[in-house]
């Protein structure tokens, strides 16, 4: 299972790389061999304006079947 982990308008740590890649670990590693890629978009949406509002867009690519988005 290949996961790809972006940030876009702030930094992508080694800790919170870390943090996605044991989350989706655990939570998907029953199925880790039906999964050919995870993407993982992290954003923050008022950029420098701060605040609380961020952005996590994961795409799950799986073989003959349509690809799960899940966005919160």
Do not use: W, Y
């Amino acid at each position: 299972m290949q996961i790809d982990i972006q940030a876009r308008n702030f930094p992508l740590t080694n800790a919170l790389r870390g943090h996605v890649e044991r989350r989706l670990g655990f939570a998907l590693s029953t199925r880790d061999d039906h999964i050919l890629r995870i993407m993982v978009r992290l954003s923050d949406i008022n950029g420098p304006r701060g605040g609380a509002d961020k952005c996590c867009h994961i795409q799950v690519v799986l073989p003959h079947l349509p690809d799960v988005v899940i966005e919160q």
